[in-house]
């Protein structure tokens, strides 16, 4: 294994349905993301990038194949395992946001360290000042824009310094401008050493990003650098 490979996949499966009715939605013979790189995961919907991004980030486990990250495989690791392991190490950005509706900006970035978030407090403070949001701390979610909001969960991602961020289709609800904006910000986390994975069916989001892998009916058919 190359020393900086952060994640890697290979011969990854996963199939839906049983018997007679068993789908095979993803089939990835090989596919290493090194630290530092900034990844586009492009393909037309349904090609596979949800169900490859939910496999890297341990939030679904292949039927077959191996996930490795930092050298040791975890796909076949059990739960507690991987809940720290998705604590420690992912950051996950959604295209919904998927913030609480009821509690603050703060509150909802320090989600992650509940409940012993107190001590997190200032670090959720200055991620919120990064990504463009001084004085909007106290505010609920719907009293946000929709980039307003998606700026929270990217500081909710970083709030427990993740090596890994994933995010699918960030930009999805968001008007071009706004989405622009948001891939510059993730683009900042990038250039500060966070390795970030942007699942998207838009190629101008893709040109923000260092490498395009393209996939198309569960297989990566081709690999731009
Ligand atoms: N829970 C599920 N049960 C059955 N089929 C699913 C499920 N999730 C996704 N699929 C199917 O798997 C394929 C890949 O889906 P997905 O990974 O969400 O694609 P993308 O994110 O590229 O749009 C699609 O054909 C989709 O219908
Ligand atoms: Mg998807």
Do not use: W
């Not at 959604?94 to 970035?109: C, E, G, H, M, R």
């Not at 510059?184 to 040109?207: C, I, M, P, S, Y």
């Amino acid at each position: 294994m190359e020393p900086d490979v952060l994640v890697s996949g290979k011969n990854l499966t996963r199939v839906y349905g049983k018997n007679k009715h068993a789908v095979k939605v993803l089939d990835v013979k090989s596919l290493e993301i090194r630290r530092g790189e900034f990844i586009a995961l492009m393909g037309p919907s349904g090609c596979g990038k949800t169900t490859l991004l939910n496999l890297l980030g341990a939030l679904d486990k292949p039927n077959g194949g191996e996930v490795i990250f930092e050298g040791k495989i975890i796909s076949g690791q059990g739960e507690a395992f991987l809940c720290r392991f998705r604590r420690k190490k992912i950051g996950f950005i959604f295209q919904s946001y998927y913030l609480i509706p009821t509690i603050s900006a703060l509150k909802n970035v320090m989600a992650p360290a509940f409940p012993s978030g107190s001590g997190y407090k200032k670090r959720a403070m200055e991620l919120l000042g990064l990504v463009g949001l001084a004085g909007k701390e106290r505010r609920k979610p719907d009293d946000l824009s929709g980039g307003e909001q998606q700026r929270v969960a990217i500081a909710r991602a970083l709030l427990l310094d993740p090596d890994l961020i994933l995010a699918d289709e960030p930009t999805g609800n968001l008007d071009s401008a706004t989405g622009a904006e948001i891939m510059d910000l993730l683009k900042t986390f990038n250039q500060r050493g966070k390795t970030v994975l942007v699942a998207t069916h838009d190629q101008r989001v893709a040109e923000c990003c260092g490498r395009n892998i393209r996939m198309m009916d569960g297989q990566i058919i081709q690999e731009l650098k």
